[in-house]
């Protein structure tokens, strides 16, 4: 076990390294740059941003120095885009934000995924299963970009419930609109899924065999049942989690959260290459970790998998 | 579906089957008692009329402007059938039925490719790697990590920049995200069912690894599979909204649900609640149908289930 | 040899009659709220709120609460002092001296000294700190300023210098008219040497951050808020009544207006499209102000473009075909002003010709006109097929103006569109290598004078992404710089602009906000909309 979760974290380097080569070539390659805009500038203020930001050097170079800084200063420069920040001071500002509503969400949509999941494979096909398989359909049939102005119209314009939008450190008036927004979709897939491992699981020869010894339903879901029908559900999770955790550029658009979920998107539309990086490699890094905790959590399930 | 052309069926379970009647024939029969499974296939079926049939009786092109509408929605362009503008105008004074005609069709197109290239290309990805295991899975699922985390953005405007913009490219700029994490969850369920009885009796038996992945791996992945493939659809079709933003997908006078969407919640709470509300319904009649029919061909296609 | 500069005569009478003209005056029978908050929306974060960095008009707000520059502006737009009190000029128009207020502090207590002002510009120029706005500098024609920029003179050698701590120099190359309203600029405003010096590029952060202004940086959360709260150092403080202005980052306009509408904003953007409700709902909130915006169609005439548009006619029965009208009452439906030529009408000193190519006729007059020209190039109806692409960046308000100016085109002369949207940075590479036919465009002013928007088409502007190239708009527009009276010359260059049609103007922008009718002493009247939080104030609600 160990050795296997340390060869995983030694892949880890070179799979993060090319990662890194892999964006900065599609960086590059992709027309405009951090400092073009609606007015060109003069080539001299051109000149000295370029040499400022390094920009000016051989694209190997960059990348060299790049990782250079990385490794040796854990640093990952300045944002080109929004000059009074570097990228860890972005990341360090932003990142506790989308950790904060992804884990709520992730605990709301997991909590109510699975039960629903299970609710419905138990009572397969009656109307407990269409009412818990339509609700958590119905939670997820509006894209977060409708639900997200609904929910501020109904809580925060009719009834002044909650604030329509910012974070303020993270005072709990202003998670709940995020995490319902944010759990939503995923919720539905994961009782999705759930519900027909869980069927899958049920129909199989060892639960008949149970069953048929005259065990409650009950605890044969609880003992036997839940652990091995969780399996496509933790592949789902493992990307899944990563996304949550590192948020949405829905949430952080609609919600003014302040959250890293907004860079994936308005990074790589305004061209800040050092902060497309550092998210990047925020997310490679997490992607990573997450499966390889899948990975292991797989042969906690089923001892049967060889790590 | 991968699975319907494989109608052997090697599972123990198969045995109990009725002689001389196939598994695809079986699973038919199940999949239509399934009331919400059958309803849904209808709804579909008339969603898909609506798309590829609604033109015939639409009034007005999809792109030609009412200019005496423009800037007056609220009041003169509200859903009637005096007018001949069945869902109302949008923004623009077009015709909103033309247009949502017209974007109900490319979504659904945009679906079904998404979800087809991740059923096939994602299944199997997942289903080898995790099959053969080692380092060969290790360099696959890493090559998926990579591929989940680079800034995707680049590779669609790349797209754009070197090939321009047409239909092909979007379907292209789709398909090559929607089946990584299919992979990710065939290759899960695949280091478990390796582990199975029946499938170590293929590999006793000589077997080809090929095959064992066709004939037993991934008939056995159909029920997640198939699942997981109807939660793609609405994702791609958001999905395509966000590719069509960059300037790679739909173009103007064209359209598509997720724009069309988009562009009505933009609107909410401007007195034209039907430019959200048209597209939305068909959005929607379309999700559920696609989620009731997946559940009901996972039910018909578990071999187990009896 | 100076001579006291009248214009600076009068202001610094201006100044006698009292420090009170700067601060906030609430009218007769005004209760003033309890609540002295301003809250606000704005789109994105700041790229940057140092001012020798700001390069976008949110910072420059930000930035002016928090500094004051030698000059400031009042609510028409018009120059007052700031922390300079008089200033001379010399006969030829070259040397300017500022002579500063004794009062003026940092918010750390320290005086506010010439040197502040000399190490600002040198710094705001040095290809060390390489702003993005150092051009500024170059605008100001300040001597030396190009070779400082460029790195082949010291910053020692730019045009400014301290005489005293109180009394500073600058020297420029060429007589600016409009120089005195440069300097209200945020480009110019001083900086704390020590400060910035001991913080690097951490000085702008809350806590390490001094200023002179009315307002200090409290708190500051990347893509969520910036807090300004009253600055008791400053030399006016006891006439600034706001006590705090809080910017709310926002991206989405339709949600910051419901926000607005729930009342957790005091001013926020109206959508387009939406004014003309919102004004019928709430007509002492919404408010439609000019803006020193120009939108227009840029026409590919280079090589790469399509033989139809190198045809004048095809290109005036193009704009003739447009129905602005239609476009600003309709669709923008905000105030803004149908454009026919590039100069603005509400630019100081400029009067928009009133025989521009086009715009004495009736729109039926337009319409035919532009048929018959587009006949007689043999293309449209009855000629060659003509399919034109519209090319802008994705936005519902460009999408809007494309779709009907195509079916304009459509419906009047036959001509097709395809229509093709990109992502911002991609567009503007389409564009400024001249991979379209025809492109959407927007200029803003520089500083309010016409040249800033009638240079655009000249040959060598940077930004002529038409490719247009004529000879006798480029000698005008020369001609023009040390002329005394420039009215004619530029007339005659939007005359050139409307009939030959290198882009066809399509408006003049307006700025619609929606304002808590509580708030009071916002500079309505400034075409700029440089707003001073010291000016501002709540009423109670009646």
Redesign the interface.
């Known amino acids: 076990m160990l050795s296997f979760i340390l060869r995983r974290l030694l ?1 880890a380097i070179p ?1 993060i390294l ?2 890194i080569v ?2 900065f070539v ?2 590059f ?5 951090p ?8 080539p ?2 051109m ?3 370029e ?3 390094g920009l000016d050097q051989p694209y190997v170079v960059q990348m060299f120095n790049y990782v250079k800084n990385i490794v040796l200063h854990f640093d990952f420069g ?1 944002s080109f ?6 990228v860890s ?2 990341i360090a ?2 990142f506790p934000v989308t950790l904060t509503y992804g884990f709520w969400a992730f605990v709301v949509a997991v909590t109510f995924g699975v039960a629903l999941g299970v609710v419905a494979a138990i009572r ?2 009656t109307w407990l299963d ?1 009412l818990a ?1 339509g609700s958590a ?1 119905g939670a ?4 977060n ?2 639900l ?3 929910l ?2 109904v809580f ?2 009719w009834l ?1 419930w909650l ?5 303020r450190g993270g005072q709990w008036q202003y998670v709940v609109l995020p995490v319902v927004a944010l759990s939503t979709s995923y919720l ?2 994961i009782a ?2 759930m ?3 869980m ?2 699981v049920l ?2 020869g060892f639960i008949r065999t149970a069953r048929a010894k005259g065990l409650p339903m009950r605890r044969i879901v609880w003992k036997h049942a839940l652990k ?1 029908a969780l ?2 559900v ?3 999770l ?3 989690f ?1 996304a949550m955790i590192t948020g949405s550029v829905v949430i ?3 919600f ?4 890293i979920g ?1 860079y ?3 990074s ?4 800040d290459y050092s902060v ?1 990086m550092g998210v ?1 490699i925020l ?2 890094a997490l ?2 970790l997450f ?1 390889l905790v ?1 990975d292991i959590l ?1 042969a906690w ?2 001892p ?3 790590l | 579906m991968a699975l319907t052309t494989d109608p052997l069926d090697p599972l123990p379970a198969a045995a109990d089957l009725p002689q001389g009647r196939s598994l695809w024939a079986d699973a038919r029969r199940r999949f239509f008692r ?1 009331r ?1 499974a059958t309803v849904s296939l209808v709804v579909l079926g008339l969603i898909a009329i609506f798309a590829f049939g609604g033109e015939l009786v639409a009034q007005y092109e999809r792109d030609t402007i009412d200019f005496t509408l423009i800037g007056i929605n609220a009041t003169k362009g509200v859903p009637s059938f005096a007018t001949g503008h069945y869902f109302g105008t949008d923004q623009e004074g077009r015709d909103l039925f033309a247009r949502t005609v017209q974007g109900t069709r490319l979504s659904l197109l945009i679906g079904i490719v998404g979800s087809l290239v991740a059923v096939v290309v994602g299944t199997l990805y997942g289903a080898i790697a995790g099959y053969v ?1 080692g380092r060969v899975d ?1 360099i696959m ?2 090559i998926v ?2 591929l ?4 995707f ?3 669609l ?2 797209l754009l ?1 070197m090939f321009g913009r047409s239909l092909l490219m979007l379907f292209i700029g789709i398909g090559l995200v929607s089946w ?2 299919m992979a ?2 065939a ?3 695949t ?2 069912i390796k ?1 199975k009885e029946f499938v170590e009796a293929a590999i006793a038996t000589g077997v080809r690894p090929l095959t064992i992945i066709l004939r037993h791996i991934v008939p056995n992945l159909a ?2 599979v ?3 493939a ?2 793609l659809i ?1 994702e791609m079709i ?1 999905y395509e909204s966000f590719i069509s933003f960059l300037g790679l997908g739909v173009q103007e006078p064209n359209t598509s649900l997720g724009s069309l ?2 562009r009505g ?1 933009a609107q ?2 401007n007195g034209v609640p039907w430019q ?1 509300g048209f597209p ?1 319904f068909f ?2 009649a379309m ?2 149908a696609f ?2 029919v997946g ?1 009901g061909l ?2 018909a296609l ?1 071999p ?3 | 040899m100076t001579t006291r500069f009248t214009l600076a005569a009068s202001l610094a009478a201006l100044v006698a009659t009292g420090a009170l003209a700067q601060g906030a005056m609430p009218a007769e029978g005004e209760t003033l709220s309890d609540n002295q908050t301003f809250t606000y929306r704005v789109l ?7 001012p020798g ?1 700001v390069e976008d008009v949110e910072g420059s707000h930000v930035a002016r609460q928090l500094f004051e520059g030698l000059l400031n502006q009042d609510a028409e737009g018009n120059v007052i002092p700031g922390v300079a009190t008089e200033w001379e000029v010399s006969e030829d128009g070259l040397t300017y001296t500022f002579h500063l207020r004794p009062e003026a502090r940092w918010s750390n207590g320290e005086p506010v000294t010439a040197h502040d002002f000399v190490y600002a510009w040198q710094r705001a120029a040095s ?6 706005y ?2 500024y500098l ?1 605008l100001m024609q300040i001597e030396n300023v ?1 070779e400082v ?3 082949e003179r010291p910053v020692e050698d730019l045009g400014v210098r301290a005489i005293d701590d109180r009394t500073l120099e600058v020297r420029i190359t060429t007589p600016l008219p409009y120089f005195l309203q440069m300097l209200t600029h945020t480009t110019t405003f001083p900086v704390p040497r020590a400060v910035v010096e001991e913080h690097g ?1 951490a000085w ?2 809350p806590g390490n951050m001094v200023g002179n202004g009315a307002y200090v940086l409290s708190e500051r ?5 910036l807090v300004m709260t009253k600055n008791p150092e400053y030399w006016d403080a006891e006439n600034v009544i706001l006590e705090e202005i809080t910017a ?5 306009e ?2 910051a207006l ?2 607005y ?2 009342g ?1 904003l005091d001013q926020t953007d109206i959508p387009i499209g939406q004014y003309p409700r919102l004004l019928a709902e709430r007509p002492d909130e919404a408010h439609a102000l000019p803006n020193l915006c120009v939108y227009y169609y840029n026409l590919n005439l280079s090589e790469s473009g399509p033989e139809a548009l190198k045809d004048q006619r095809v290109r005036q029965a193009l704009s003739l075909a447009i129905d602005r009208d239609l476009l600003v009452e309709n669709v923008l439906a905000g105030g803004q002003v149908p454009a026919y030529g590039l100069g603005h009408w509400a630019v100081a000193g400029y009067e928009v010709p009133d025989d521009l190519f086009g715009m004495t006729m009736t729109q039926e007059e337009r319409n035919a006109e532009a048929q018959r020209l587009m006949q007689e190039a043999g293309y449209g109806t009855g000629g060659e097929p003509l399919t034109l692409e519209i090319l802008y960046n994705t936005s519902d308000a460009h999408q809007q103006l494309a779709v009907a100016i195509g079916q304009m085109w459509k419906q009047t002369l036959g001509v097709d569109t395809t229509l093709a949207n990109m ?4 567009f ?3 564009r ?1 290598s001249q991979q379209y036919e025809v492109a959407r ?3 803003c002013a520089d500083y309010n004078e016409a040249s800033s928007f009638l240079d655009i088409v000249t040959t060598s502007s ?2 002529n992404d038409s490719a247009f190239s004529n000879p006798e708009l480029d000698a005008l527009m020369l001609e023009a710089r040390t002329a005394e009276d420039t009215l004619p010359l530029y007339q005659q260059v939007d005359r050139i602009i409307a009939e030959q049609v290198p882009v066809i103007p399509i408006y003049f922008y307006s700025s619609n906000i929606l304002m808590d009718p509580s708030i009071r002493g916002y500079p309505f009247e400034n075409a700029q909309e440089n707003w001073y939080g010291r000016t501002m104030y709540r009423v109670a609600e009646q």
């Open positions: 892949v799979t090319i990662l892999i964006s599609l960086m390659a992709a027309p405009g740059g400092f073009n805009s609606e007015r060109p500038l003069p001299a203020v000149a000295n941003i040499a400022r930001y300045p885009r929004l000059r009074d920040y570097t001071d972005l500002q932003g397969h096909n269409y398989t359909i997820s049939v509006l894209p970009f409708v997200a102005p609904i501020v119209i925060t314009l002044g604030p329509g939008g910012g974070w539905a897939a999705r899924i519900r027909s491992s069927l899958e129909n199989s091995p399996l496509p933790l592949s789902y493992g990307p899944a990563v952080d658009v609609y003014s959260t302040g959250g907004q994936f998107v308005n790589a539309l305004n061209r497309i990047t997310v490679g992607t990573i499966n899948v797989y399930i089923d049967k998998i060889r | 399934n919400a295991g290790s699922m890493r990590d990579i989940l985390s680079i800034p953005m680049f590779v405007i790349l920049v990584l994490s990710r969850i290759r899960g369920q280091l478990s582990n029920g997640v198939v699942v997981y109807t939660l609405p958001i969407i988009s919640a909410i709470g959200l939305l959005f929607v999700l559920f989620y009731f559940d996972r039910d578990d187990k289930d009896r | 994105d974060e700041f790229p940057s709120i140092d960095m290809p060390e700190l390489a702003s993005p150092s051009w170059e190009s920029i460029a790195g590029a702008t952060q959360v990347p893509q969520e808020r709310l980052i926002i991206n989405d339709n949600q419901t926000r509408l729930a957790e992502e911002w940075q991609t503007l590479d389409a400024g465009a927007g200029w940077g930004y």
